[in-house]
């Protein structure tokens, strides 16, 4: 019967839906943009931190290495908390490493730099954030790494940890 | 302290009623009396005086900053105003649901002392259904959402109530609200149990059409107090964003307004009876699936409460039990009154009742086929796209032109069979509305076709129902009020979206800001402190092209606890316009950021659900049906 | 003389032009952002927003309009950086046919069934 057939169908559809909502419930919820998928480096100009003079993105990436791109901010805490392991991450002679500072004051970033050490190779100011969206950012700490065909194959949102540091170890060997 | 215990106890003590309820009720049910035993009728009232109890003793818990009560830290703090206070009860998960459970035994309650002329064994399942529904939310309080957990050692402070909640709209919008959405859960027991007994009738459907106008009144107002809400509060100057749980509360509300035009078929002719019950199932399915998508975390959304996922399983199987459940009776129960009883003549008053339950569903899928498709989309495919306003817009304003016009039609044929009249006069007046607009738009908009037909459809709306309203002597008051409500609602809002401006800007104190004739001063600024914020108010003296000149005072507010920092505009409303201002702080810089509005119409807006509702209330104290 | 009048009305249809423009570009920006989401903030728009995110966004598109990108370059640009998820109109993908053809579907689907029961004959 025509009404029976189309009965079953609405009750598997229901029984379809439920398992699709309490499938979701399980979903984080918190976007994190995919973050496995190539991407070009942006190309752009930015103000050196040291220097106060504006560099070319291509000269900024010249060698032929991985570059590890760490967003971070004077007024940022979790900054500080990942700022040992960047340190260390410094001591790899493969990789370089490059520091943008977000929406920063001069000053309270050089004293924070003085405080705890300069683990960057270079480091470029983004004062309004317009770089960060370049890189596809959207907050602070984030962590970008490239690789030496200068696509962007990795990226971390939040500080990093001891984990991400051993995978970022993995990546570069 | 002692207000926990007793909250707590009572909540107990309501679900062994319920139980107990139950119980009676089946065993009166079976018995041979003419009348339902008046035990369930006091029973009844003793759980809703549980319930109440309850709800005091929170209410007596935020009143007296009692930290010990894990519901009254999470969500209160010292030094809020008393009002706040009290209303903070209902403005977090574990209270808002003790509202929940307040108004299904109050529905219920008073539906028992108001259907004594009703076949006894109805009103019994009616009470059944009903108490399957508050046994599950007895059971989802206790066991997951208690509002009087103990805390210990007993903290100092309060976390405090987010400020943007801090508002007299949203102090009343979930109670109002909850009235409608919550109330259509005694159309659902109460169609339920109709079908069970086979009483879809004439005389069930003038009996139970009293509901669905409560519930439908309370539903329109509840949802207009959050959008004023949102537009004086969130300093936006917008008062609908499509978000998923305005969605949630705007698809029970179309379900509920078809359902109120199937009664009227049910009532006069006694058709329509599928129509009828499916859309008393499915509003009350709405409510719970509301309910769902905002507790659950599942959505993202401003207005999300709790994100606890095992909150949201118990939901979810409670809200399938409850579909289940009812399409089973309903394939079961439900018999056909007669083959032809459902088929009319396509030029009748039915058959524009059907018209309109058909682009109702139309708007209800577009509503939630938008909110739950990135969920599915999500599980399926783990990709995550957003659907916003313009999703929703495209989809449903091209639908509204023709939707009007069937509302300017449909009222007027008759039932049964009507003759294609000499309707000319109301097409030649549509012609000559559709040039005057063309004309008047040509300058002011882009969108030109699009706004022409639908501006003069609704104007066409407007103008036929103020004849009814105004010059004839019409018989059926309340559907030309409600009607004409709604014409002006979407003319307001077409008007304020064409002619609102705006202006955003970096200005510093002292400075002046100039703009297509007219003049924005900032005059100065004032810092206040207050009982739970401090604040920077901007002094701003605007003179408009005609030299008209108003003051307006946009604040900025820094809450103590939780420290939030919010924007609160001022807002000048006359009946012809609001000017909007809004001012935000630069970071690091000496100049603040200020965004200016001036939006026509907005005032009617709010006016006009007004009317909308007042024609629901004038048919409800209608004595008999009338033409 | 002339060739100052003539240089001082160039110059104002000029910036005439450029406000006209400007305007255009504002109503352009205006409605750009009011179309993409805050990704830091919950359910509002950068328009709506005054958070970190949300300025920079602001900057950036004011620059791309400003470089000469239209409506959909700016989404393109914007997708590319942040995924489907930044923009609250969803374009119609293979993603989206479901979502935007099914509540017409239903519409037809809809009148077809109502129509099945009005009897059209005298």
Redesign the interface.
Known sequence: MKNKLSLIIFFIFLIFCFIIFYIGLDKPKIYIPKTNIERNLPVFKAKDFSSNTYIDSENIFAEENYYIVNIWASWCVPCRKEHSLLMELNQNKLIKLIGLNYKDNLNNAKKFINELGNPYNQILIDNDGTLSVEFGAYGVPETFVINKNKKIIKKFVGPINRRILEEIKLIIK | MLANQIGYYSLILGLLFSVYLCIVSIKDFNNADKKVSTNIITLSFLQLAFVIISFISLILSFINSDFSNETVFNNSHTTKPLFYKISGTWGNHEGSLLLWLLVLTLFIFLFLIKSREQPKKYRILTLLFQQLIIIGFFLFVLMTSNPFNYLFPIPAEGLGLNPILQDPALAIHPPILYLGYVGSSIIFSASLAAVAQNYISREWGQHIKKWVLISWIFLTIGIMLGSIWAYYE?G?G?FW?W??VENVSLMPWLTLTALLHCILVLERRGALTSWVVILSITTFTLSMCGT?LVR???L?????FA?D?TR??FI?IFL?IL??LS?GIF?LFHKENNKNS?????LSKE?SI??N??FM??FL??VL??TV?P???????A?????????YQK?IAP?LAPFLLFMVFGPKLKWIKSKIENKSSLIIFLIISVILMFFILKNITTDLLFYTILISAAFLLFFTTSKELFFKKFTNMSQAVAHFGFSLFILSILFNSILSS?ITTNIKVGERFNYNGAEIFFKKIEQDNKSNFSSIVGYFKITNKKGKVIELKPEIRVYNQPVIIT?EADIKTTLLEDKFLVM?IV??KKYF?IRYQVKPFMLWIWISILILSFGGLMSLSKKKYEK | MKILKIFLIIFLSMSFSQLKSDEKNNKLKNKILKNIRCLICQGQSVYDSESDFASSIKLIVNKKIKDGLTEDQVYKFLIEKYGEWVVYDPKLSKNTYILWLLPLLLFLVGGAIIGKNLIFKK
Request: aromatic share 22%; charged share 10%.
């Open positions: 969130l936006w917008g964003f978000d998923p769902f659950s975390g599942i993202n959304s401003v207005h999300t994100n996922p949201g399983i979810l399938f579909i289940f399409l394939f459902d088929t009319f003549f396509w058959s059907l018209v339950n058909w569903m139309y899928s577009v086929i938008g498709y969920i599915f989309l999500d599980v399926i495919s990709e995550k796209i957003s659907v916003g306003p313009p999703f989809l639908f705006e924007s935000n970071k690091g950021n």
